[in-house]
Structure formats: C-alpha cells, structure tokens
C-alpha cells in the first residue's frame, strides 16, 4: 500500500525567507503523480504544485518549488519569499497513475505541515 | 461550472442514526473520492470510484458505503452512526492526470 509520510507537523518562517516543507512516500509503482496542496483556515483545499514521476525536471509554479528525487522517493516543497498569506496547512499526496486493477486512482495524503509565517 | 458541491455543509446526529452526504460534480470527472479529516490531522481515504459503477474501499472503510450509478454523483452513506464518525467530510474528484477538485467539506458531529 502507497504511504505518504510528512515529518514535520509544524513549520514556521519569517517572512520574505526561504522554508522547505518535507515529504516521503512509499510506492512500489514507477508511474504515479504527487501533489502539494494549501488548505488555509477556510478549510479549502488549493492546488499549489503538482509533479509527474515520469517527468525528471522539478515543477515550479512562480514562488513554489519541488525537489522530487524518485529514487529516494522524496518530494520536498520550497517556498520562496514567504507571504503571510502563505500561513496554512500543506498537504502532499499521492496518486496512482495505474488506470486499471489494483489502486487504480487510489489517492493519499500525508498528515500535513501547519505553516506559520512571522511578519 | 459549480465544481464539487457537497450537502449539507454542517450536521448533527444522534447515535444509531443514518444519514447520506451528497456529492456532485459538473466536471465530467471520471475519478471521485470521499474523505475524512479529524482536527489537525490529515485527510483519510474512505472511498473512491474510478468511473460510473466501480467503487473501492480505502484507508478507513468501515461503517460507509458508497456508490456511483451516475458520472456526476457519488452519495457516501452512513449507517448506525458512532462518536469516531465526528470529523469533517470532503468529496473530491479528478481526472486520471489531474489535480482534485475538492468540495467546501461536511462538518460532521455525532453525539
């Protein structure tokens, strides 16, 4: 079973600095999507980045990164220049890129990193 | 487009009851999900559907049931209500490469 795994449940950064936020993930599969989402105190969940794992080259989405080393199964978020506007709770998650069988579009999540941004 | 709208947003019920959340999405989106989140945790697979008709259990099945006769909706049901079942609900869904489209959520409170 796919496991996704946040080791840190909080996280704080001053503003305008550069924080990472970590993420592990257990697969045996070779073909599958990661994602980072921001869910702030609305309770919405946003889309910040997501990456495929066919794809070598980091995604980036203006002041978001990621560092995806598949062999090490590692898919870190940096945040660069943090806003206050950034302080919310961030999610990695997994999915299966299998269309048939077992785990077909089977999707988990981490348990989250509570990001605080001081001002 | 509405995206993913759950009903209702908030509920109370007693133990032993039921009770079914609502999902829809206009998307077209052949993936849909169910999830739970306790406070300050993360999200639980309940449920998901690859396409009309095929629904399977994830992380947390017991004490739901889903189904998915139509593209568009997929109700989660819950029978006999119990105390662990108090958390926020969300509905989501997707296509095969795509983020999820994620409902506004069912505050769920079971006393």
């Known amino acids: 079973a796919q496991t996704v795994t946040q080791s840190q449940p909080e996280m704080s950064v001053q503003e305008a600095e550069t924080v990472t936020l970590s993420c592990t993930y257990d697969?045996?599969?070779?073909?599958?999507?990661l994602f980072w989402y921001k869910q702030p105190p609305s309770r919405q969940m946003i889309l910040v980045i997501r990456q495929e794992a066919y794809k070598q080259q980091n995604a980036t989405e203006n002041r978001f990164s990621v560092n995806f080393q598949k062999a090490a199964k590692s898919f870190s978020l940096k945040i660069s220049d943090s806003q206050l506007g950034d302080a919310a709770m961030y999610f990695c998650a997994y999915r299966s890129a299998r269309r048939l069988n077992t785990n077909a579009g089977k999707s988990t999540f981490g348990d989250g990193t509570t990001l605080t941004v001081k001002p | 487009n509405a995206g993913v709208t759950q009903t209702p947003k908030f509920r109370i019920l007693k133990i032993g009851q039921s009770m079914t959340l609502q999902c829809a999405q206009d998307m077209n989106h052949n993936y849909m999900y169910w999830y739970r989140q306790d406070p300050g945790m993360g999200l639980k697979l309940i449920y998901y559907s690859v396409g009309a008709g095929i629904t399977d259990k994830g992380e947390v099945p017991n004490g739901y049931n889903v189904s998915r006769s139509t593209t568009e909706d997929f109700p989660l049901r819950l029978e006999l209500a119990a105390p662990s079942q108090t958390s926020v609900y969300f509905c989501?869904?997707?296509?095969?490469?795509?983020?999820?489209?994620f409902g506004q959520g069912t505050r769920l409170t079971v006393v």
């Open positions: 697969t045996s599969e070779s073909d599958y999507y």
């Open positions: 989501a869904s997707s296509y095969v490469n795509t983020e999820a489209f």
